[in-house]
């Protein structure tokens, strides 16, 4: 069994946001008591309370404020049991000799969700969700859900709200495979594979990525402290979070595709030197600057395309896992300017895209590189 998480985006209707915000405050008003209270406790008289003492009192809460009636009742324990798991890492501290600070109080920006952690929840054949106490919701599922739903979590971001399910799968091994595959990770293509072929960075994605980079610039030039300025925040974080689930999404079909097709895959290992590495500037005969590739390595861009490799490499590494195949990591060192035809080292700068070699090879660099890659791999498996 291995755990699986969903997020999925909902469509509450005007009212129904109202309603999600008013519950999401509730928790938040409830989780703050909770630790007012273990920590007068805790500070007058050493007392230590614990989650059941305070799930207790919850009835008795219900009685004097009528409004927590109207919120799932193990919607309301979950929040109790946070608070709970915030003091149990603030007495593990203690005891580790630490000198920490008491758990925080939540304001507002800070605590967005809430979560049915059994029932109370439902997902229907027609797009919907149904929360107890809330209603039904619309909510876009953009891919297809496996194994048992375990919990269902209800989470604010910036304006938008998300359905996150936990679920359970038993996963299925795949049938054995003896199709192996060396990947090169790059910026002028996503990834190169060693038969060749390429996974591309999808088309949407730099379009969302320039637009970011817009918003950024207005965002520079706003008045701190102005209203417009606000806005333009809100802006830039609606876009991030859309270039980051188009890249989640963009990652799981492409890791899907290769762990379903490949036995073996092999990357590089990510360095953090060979990551952030600038090329070197480059003059011609007369001595002025030409490209160098500087502007595709460097900022927003860069950082996008780190952030993507590493989440790929894991997205494959568990998605294998779980498969019953393998995924590899050999040393980068050398995989680009070995010759894969005759093992020669042919040294090239960053700029140069063709490997070529006296013995007669003639490859692009990056699929020169993944076959290198493919090769060292297999050599690490045949000594295991
Ligand atoms: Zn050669």
Known sequence: MSKQAYKFRLYPTRKQIQTLTWTVDRCRELYNAALQERRDAYRMVGK????????????????????????????????????????????????????????????????????????????????????????????????????????????????????????????????????????????????????????????????????LEHLQQALARKKRGSHRRKKAVKQVAKAHRKVANQRKDFLHTASHTLVNTYGLIVFEELQPANMSKRPKPRQDEQGNYVPNGAAAKGGLNKSIVDAGWAMFQQFCTYKAANAGRDVLFVNPKYTSQICSGCGQVRKKELSERWHSCECGTELDRDHNAAINILALGRSVQARA
């Open 48 to 211: 230590y309370i614990n989650y059941y003492d305070q799930a207790n009192q919850l009835p008795g809460i219900k009685d004097i404020r009528e409004e927590y009636r109207d919120i799932h009742s193990q919607v309301l324990q979950d929040v109790l049991r946070k608070a709970d798991k915030a003091f149990q890492a603030f007495f593990a501290r203690c005891k580790r000799g630490a000198t920490p600070g008491f758990p925080r109080f939540k304001g507002r920006n800070q605590f967005d969700s809430f979560t049915y952690p059994q029932g109370g929840y439902a997902l229907t054949h027609d797009h919907r969700v149904c929360l107890s106490k809330i209603g039904s919701i619309k909510v876009k599922l953009h891919r297809e859900l496996h194994g048992t739903i375990k919990t269902c979590t209800i989470k604010r971001e910036g304006d938008c709200w998300y359905v996150m399910f936990a679920c359970e799968v038993e996963h299925e091994c795949l049938e054995v495979c003896d199709e192996a595959v060396g990947i090169d990770l790059g910026l002028l293509h996503f990834a190169t594979l060693s038969d060749g072929s390429t996974i591309e960075n999808p088309r949407y994605y730099r379009k969302a990525e320039k637009k």
